[in-house]
């Protein structure tokens, strides 16, 4: 298994494959490869379950209320979790599914 120990690297790893819209990544390969990589089985689901819980974060106490650069971090993070579940329903006009599990609506 590789650990990410420097993240500054991995990052520039990630350089040459990182995906674009309007690149060479279109908006239907990125619907497929989130609905693949988070929908196509159950450690796809739980992966998906753990950074949304994450980016959900505990609820919000009347003290943290005043701490503004808090409920910003917080809502930053509500808004990742919010965006992962946006490209995954995502589905561009013109891809035509094939699947039986979809459901339009």
């Given at each position: 298994?590789k650990?990410?120990n ?32 988070f ?27 005043s701490e503004h ?36 609506g």
């Amino acid at each position: 298994m590789k650990r990410l120990n420097d993240l500054q690297a991995f990052y520039e790893e990630l350089m040459p494959v990182r995906a674009t819209p309007g690149g060479e990544y279109t908006p239907e390969d990125r619907y497929r490869d989130f609905q693949a990589v988070f929908l196509s089985d159950d450690r796809g689901k739980r992966v998906l379950a753990q950074i949304l819980r994450e980016a959900e974060g505990p609820p919000i106490v009347m003290d943290e209320v005043s701490e503004h650069s808090y409920l910003a971090a917080r809502a930053g993070m509500r808004l990742v979790g919010h965006t992962i579940i946006k490209w995954i329903n995502d589905l561009p006009p013109d891809v035509v599914i094939e699947s039986e599990d979809y459901e339009d609506g």
